[in-house]
Antibody, heavy 115, light 111 residues
Framework: EVQLVQSEAEVKKPGESLKISCTGS????????ISWVRQLPGKGLEWMGR????????NYSPSFRGRVTISVDKSTSTAFLQWSSLEASDTAVYYC????????WGQGTLVIVSS | NFMLTQPHSVSASPGKTITVSCTGS????????VQWYQQRPGSAPIIVIF?????PSGVPDRFSGSIDRSSNSAYLTISGLKTEDEADYYC??????????FGGGTKLTVL
């Protein structure tokens, strides 16, 4: 079964760093890009960026460039989304998805940033 | 830059047919495939249409997708509405740099 499994929910304080993960299985992980999508509370889906696991090429939405870093570890078939300094406005659900038309998405990771 | 615009909400009674539009601006809707996602509260999005008009296995044939070049729009049609269809629906396509572009989402209420 093709699936993406994301890390558990996180509760952090403003200014803290965070790295969440997305592990693929059931397919050739390096053959497909991984996108990250943000959903603010009660709002729509926003594409943040993607990475090609074969060469770690990244493409960020201008709205998120410089605010987050997308990386990958091919040896564990895992993609990552990280922040160096969280803000309260980063509170959201974050989804990873295979960057194609298959509709393969992770279950989502809730990130809460609160003092 | 390419953008997709959807109506904020649509409503209809069980058994009726609804159509949700997704209008492109800053480019042609026909240049790249359009996908449609269904999202129920508290759940991840589920794809219901891919490549403009293809239905994944397991999605009822009550769901259909189309493209109209003249209106630069994609359409999701749901016939024989059921209460379980009540959800948010998002269209998604690509821009010139292969980035994903989402519509703002349409809330479907089945009265």
């Amino acid at each position: 079964e093709v699936q993406l499994v994301q890390s558990e929910a996180e509760v952090k304080k403003p200014g803290e760093s965070l790295k969440i993960s997305c592990t693929g299985s059931g397919y050739g992980f390096v053959s497909y890009g991984i996108s990250w999508v943000r959903q603010l509370p009660g709002k729509g889906l926003e594409w943040m960026g993607r990475i090609d696991p074969s060469d770690s090429y990244t493409n960020y939405s201008p709205s998120f460039r410089g605010r987050v870093t997308i990386s990958v570890d091919k040896s564990t078939s895992t993609a990552f989304l990280q922040w160096s300094s969280l803000e309260a406005s980063d509170t959201a659900v974050y989804y990873c998805a295979r960057h194609d038309d298959s509709g393969t998405w992770g279950q989502g990771t809730l990130v809460i940033v609160s003092s | 830059n390419f953008m997709l615009t959807q109506p904020h909400s649509v409503s209809a009674s069980p058994g009726k047919t609804i159509t949700v539009s997704c209008t492109g601006s800053g480019g042609s809707i026909a240049d790249n495939f359009v996908q449609w996602y269904q999202q129920r509260p508290g759940s991840a999005p589920i794809i219901v249409i891919f490549d403009d008009d293809q239905r994944p296995s397991g999605v009822p044939d009550r769901f259909s997708g189309s493209i109209d070049r003249s209106s630069n729009s994609a359409y999701l049609t749901i016939s024989g509405l059921k209460t379980e269809d009540e959800a948010d629906y998002y269209c998604q396509s690509y821009d010139l740099s292969d980035s994903w572009v989402f519509g703002g989402g349409t809330k479907l209420t089945v009265l």
